[in-house]
């Protein structure tokens, strides 16, 4: 039998996978080439590396290109870039100082004045307000879609617009923040395919920050891009913003060349930090996943908890978002959403009465945290919309860190206990 080289899996590679410590003095690890610019060997090379660049000739095939200019290419960002690739099986990446500059260079580069973007719903509030307020004012439409929605409602609705041939991009947040509800990427791609034609192709990207790049992988389930507010999981401690976007290559470019222009790259420091924090990624997120099913079911049995919203506790009450995840999801997260008996003042009662878990929006991260949608990260969403999708004033969301996971317990079941009694014991307000 031929030895054949076994595949290595991505938590296997991210110590160093891309960097060569000869190239540094025998490093160990990836210096941070905290550089603007880089230095030619020669004038020639200088113009050999631009005419690629500007897409004025193709790469030969054996033709090695230096580094240009850090809004162009970064050593930590390639290095960075290249590993991301791994854990969703994209072709390339692209990381930017934001999700929310990933999330708006994907749209400033497949729609125009007079296009149809069509999204799920609800959406991160920064992504609401992109849609509804940025790209309404340059005649951009749009449309969402509920998890309610069945293919044949979404692709009605749809030709109602009028715009079907304007039909450019489906933008899919799943599960959705902050409700945990889950979307069918399959579905998905079977209508961004119905519309498409040979010459308008609709592109579906996938905000797969709640789940990845762990726990789902929307590339395999037929998206063309997924993208990530790596401030969350990937970074995973608090201490940077960041975003990544990935996918096919054809679209890649485009998106790499976006950002080239826009030069809303992330800096080397953050994708040096960004290397480090992924070495740890697969077993903080196990960690995390581990810790959050243990405090969904000590919430899910709890009398001062109404309902729990989990994708670790579905069951049969939810045949199609169970379907759902099952097909998609290879673990259940670490995000949980729940309704409190009564309303925003018990909410608040028991966000205040939290000491382990910190009061702060964000997820994904080391330390747990708890906020209150309706409030803080949703409190921009349209009042009607909000409603309609169970953001309401008795829902709380939980992100679950690595700490012990009876401690959280501890923590909430006191906090619990304080928002039980608070009509007697904070009758006036607090
Ligand atoms: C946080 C978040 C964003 C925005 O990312 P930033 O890094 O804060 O710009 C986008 N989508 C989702 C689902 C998020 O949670």
Redesign the pocket.
């Known amino acids: 039998m031929k030895d054949k080289k076994r595949r290595f899996k991505p938590e296997s590679l991210m110590m160093s996978y891309g960097y060569n410590p000869a190239w540094s003095e025998g490093a160990i690890k990836c210096p941070i080439f905290q550089t603007s610019t880089f230095v030619f060997e020669s004038a020639e090379d200088g113009k050999a590396f631009f005419e690629v660049a500007y897409g004025k000739r193709d790469q030969e095939p054996n033709e090695k290109l230096g580094l240009i200019y850090s809004r162009l290419n970064n050593p930590d960002l390639e290095i960075l870039e290249n590993r991301l690739c791994l854990w969703d099986g994209a072709d390339q990446a692209a990381v930017f100082e ?6 708006s260079t994907v749209f400033l580069e497949f729609l125009r004045p007079g296009d149809l973007l069509v999204h799920s719903s609800p ?2 509030g ?2 609401d307000h992109l849609i509804h307020h940025l790209l309404r004012d340059f005649g951009i439409d749009s449309i969402g879609f509920s998890t309610q929605d069945t293919e044949k409602d979404l692709i009605q609705a749809i030709q109602a617009t009028g715009k079907a041939d304007r039909l450019k991009l489906i933008y899919v ?1 799943t599960p959705a ?1 902050p409700t945990n509800a889950l979307f069918d990427l399959e579905m998905a791609r079977r209508v961004a395919d119905h519309f498409s034609t040979p010459d308008r192709q609709v592109v579906l990207t996938v ?1 797969n ?2 789940m990845g790049p762990l726990w789902q992988h929307p590339l395999k389930l037929g998206a063309d891009l997924v ?6 999981y990937i970074a995973g401690h608090s201490d940077l ?3 990544a976007v990935l996918g096919k290559a054809q679209y890649m470019e485009r998106i790499r060349a976006l950002r080239t222009f826009l030069g809303n790259m992330a800096g080397p420091w953050t994708g040096w930090l960004m290397m480090r924090s992924l070495e740890t990624l697969k077993i903080r997120m196990e960690r995390q996943g581990q810790n959050a099913q243990i405090i969904a079911d000590y919430l899910n049995q709890h009398p001062a908890v109404e309902k729990v919203y989990y994708p670790g506790l579905l069951d049969e009450t939810t045949p199609r978002q169970r379907d759902i995840f099952e097909r998609h999801c290879e673990g259940p997260g670490a995000m949980i959403s729940f309704d409190i008996k009564g309303g925003e003042k018990e909410a608040f009662a028991f966000l205040n009465h939290l000491e382990l878990i910190k009061l702060a ?4 991260s080391t330390e747990s945290l708890a906020e209150h949608p309706a409030t803080m ?1 949703h409190a921009g969403v349209d009042e009607a919309d909000r409603i309609r999708h169970g953001i309401t004033d008795k829902l709380i969301r939980l992100s679950i860190g690595v700490e012990d996971p009876h401690d959280l317990i501890s923590d909430i079941s006191r906090a619990l206990a304080k928002a039980s009694e608070s009509y007697v014991l904070e009758a006036s307000g607090s």
């Open positions: 934001s999700g929310m500059s990933a999330i959406v991160y920064g992504t947040e923040n905000d920050t709640y993208l990530y507010s790596a401030t969350k913003i960041a975003g929006v964000s997820l994904g990260t």
